[in-house]
């Protein structure tokens, strides 16, 4: 029997730690133990540091994970739980991503300071967001208006919204609904008009490979359906080489044993875009998301990556 504590690790913004105490929740349920079988150790990854440069100008994704996964593999931490959407579709060997909490809502918030939906922006108003997705399918629906980068946590965006630097700005609801901000939004978009990130809702943990005592614990908090639909989604983007410097937008509606899902590759500038959509047995989720990543790059071509890759 586990006689000390096992040690979660985690970033320290109020996000990342509001998903590693509902982790810790959920494997107290579980298991039945009390709160002292598990320790949370919060480190500062080299994305937390840098907040003044666009992710995809400093290495991407990795960024927010490099610290917990060299701890994981020391030793040091048992498992870490990350937001699924950060994380690289290429993990350090010997990792994998061994659970997934059930899923909160994947779509995206729209806060408006201006105007209380995204059509209704004034022309040449200006949005914030770190992300090129977002990016990419603002200026698809509205190629006038101005988009700049705008990191920061939570907190810290809303704030520079507040002070004015930007007319609007896009969150994931499940973020703002994990911090008890859900009422700063003004507009919530469905994911038919603006698709989600790949796994946007999803908190996943991380682990070494072949630890059954880990592998055991998480397993009793393992969401099947989450799992299976965010792997198709990770497949996805895999088969796309799919990272910050890359607007692509997919989500998976699961309906029993049955998958359907939605994916988009668009320009930067928002003006060219492909799209497929693919339906088939959950237990394929991973080879299907692989497929529709196949075949909407061979619709796409190469010339469409090398033009602004």
């Excluded at 988009?147 to 907190?155: A, K, N, P």
């Excluded at 507040?162 to 499940?174: K, S």
């Excluded at 009793?220 to 799919?242: H, I, K």
Aim: proline residues 5%.
């Amino acid at each position: 029997m586990q006689t000390k504590p096992f040690r979660i690790g985690t970033r320290g913004s109020p996000l990342a730690l509001a998903q590693a105490h509902e982790a810790r929740d959920r494997l107290i349920a579980a298991h039945g133990v009390p709160e002292e079988m598990f320790e949370i150790v919060v480190l500062t990854t080299r994305g937390d540091r840098i907040t003044d440069r666009a992710l995809a100008e400093i290495g991407g994704k990795g960024l927010f994970t490099e610290e917990l996964e060299a701890k994981l593999l020391s030793g040091d931490l048992d498992f870490a739980v990350h937001s699924a959407k950060d994380m690289p579709t290429s993990l350090p060997e010997g990792l994998h991503l061994s659970a997934y909490l059930p899923r909160e809502d994947i779509r995206d918030a729209f806060i408006g300071r201006t105007a209380r939906k995204l059509v209704e922006l004034p022309y040449g108003t200006t949005v914030g967001s770190s992300s090129l997705r977002r990016q990419a399918l603002i200026r698809r629906l509205r190629p006038d208006i101005s988009v700049v980068t705008f990191r920061g946590q939570v907190d810290t965006r809303l704030r520079k919204l507040q002070e004015g630097q930007v007319d609007a700005t896009l969150l994931a609801l499940a973020g703002l609904k994990r911090l008890g901000e859900v009422g700063v939004m003004t507009e919530l978009l469905e994911p038919e008009d603006f698709p989600p990130a790949p796994a946007q809702g999803a908190i996943c943990f991380e682990s070494r490979i072949g630890d059954a005592r880990v592998d055991e614990l998480l397993g009793a908090v393992n969401d099947p359906v989450t799992f299976d639909t965010v792997s198709c989604e990770r497949a996805f983007l895999a088969a796309l080489d799919g990272s910050c410097r890359t607007p692509i937008a997919g989500y998976t509606v699961c309906e029993g044993d049955r998958i359907r899902f939605s994916g988009l590759i668009v320009t930067p500038d928002g003006s060219r875009e492909h799209a497929v959509t693919i339906e088939g047995n959950r237990r394929d989720a991973t080879a299907l998301g692989h497929l529709a990543g196949t075949d909407v790059r061979e619709q796409a071509g190469s010339g469409f990556f090398e033009d602004w890759g």
